[in-house]
C-alpha cells in the first residue's frame, strides 16, 4: 500500500517569499517588535494567514523566545482571577503570544513546583497572581525571565508589581458600614501564619487597615477578626465563627467576594436576613456580586485594568526595559442590597 507523503511544514522563508519581505522582517512581526511599519504588518499576517503558518515552539525557543505568557494563580476558584486573566488576554490580543496558566496549590512548596513548571518551559514572561513564596525567589525568576507581580505591596528592582490600594479599599468598606450606623463590625480575612511571606500582602493590609478605621472611630473593643483564607469554604467557618460570639455582629466585611459568599450561605443557614439582621459587604466586585440574587456590596478594584497592565509591563519587558515600575489601581466602592443600617433592637 502506498503511503501518504506527509505535507511539508510552511516556514518562515516561505512567508517572507509570499510577503516580498525579508525573514528578518517576518520574524520582527512575529515578535511584536518595535519599527515595524502598519503596511509591514499587515503584509506580513496576510502571508501568514493565506499559508496557515505556525510558528515551531522549539525552534522559537532555540532563538530565545517561545511567544508563551506564563501566569501563576493561587487557586482557580476565585471569580476575581478572569477579570485579570480577561484584561492581559486584551492586551495580548494582535501579538503572537498566548498564555500558559498553572495553579500554585495549597502551600509554598506546590508554589514553589508550579513557578519551576514555568520556567523550565521557556516561557518569555511570568505574571504571578498574589505569589506566596519569600520575596528571594520572585528575585531570582526575575532574574531569569521578564516577571510580572500582581497583589503584592513592595519595591523591586528586578520586577514590576501591580496592586490595589488596598488600604483605601478596606477603608472604604468600613466606613460605610460605621456611616450605616454599624458599631458591632467584624472582618473574615488574613491567617498569620499561613503564608511564607507577610509585609505587603493584600489580606494583611486589609485587616490592618480595619482594625485601624475601628480604632479611630472609637471601636477598638468591637475589633472580631475571623482569621480565614480567602476562599468559600473559609469565609463560611468564619462566618458561624463570628456568630458564635456574644454579642453577634451586626455587619460583617469579608476580605474577598469568594469569602462573602462563604459567609452569606453561612448567614442563610443560621435563619439570619441580610441585611435586616447583619449586612454583609466583600471586596473584588466579580460578576457574581453584581447577581441580583445576591447583589453583594464589594469594593471594585478593576481585574481588568490590572490585567492590561501587567500584560503591558510583560511586553515591555520582554521588548528590553530594565526599570521597575510599580502600578497600583485606585478602589472604589459599590454598595447594594446586602448592606443596610443595623436594627434597632441591635
Known sequence: MATRERPRRVTIADVARHAGVSTTAVSKVLRSAYGVSPAMRERVKAAIEELGYRPHAAARAMRGRTFTIGVLLPDLRNPFFPDILDGLSEQLAGTDYQVIMVQGGPDVTAETRAIDALV???VDG???IAPRVRRVRLEDVAAQMPT??????????????VHDDDELGAE???RHL???GHRRIAHIGYTPGSRERAVGVLDAIRAETY???MREHGLQSQIAVARAAYTEEAGYRGARELLERSPRPTAIFAGADLAALGALRALHEAGLSVPADVSLAGYDNTRLAALSSISLTSVDQDGAVMGRTAGRLLLERIEGRTSSVRFSVTPSLVPRRSTGPPAPEA
Do not use: T
Not at 148 to 161: M, Q, T
Open 120 to 122: 523550565d518551559r521557556q
Open 178 to 180: 460605621i456611616g450605616l
Open 211 to 213: 482594625a485601624r478605621v
Open 126 to 128: 511570568i505574571l504571578m
Open 148 to 161: 510580572v507581580v500582581l497583589g503584592l505591596h513592595e519595591k523591586s528592582a528586578l520586577y514590576d508589581v
Open 172 to 174: 472604604l468598606v468600613v
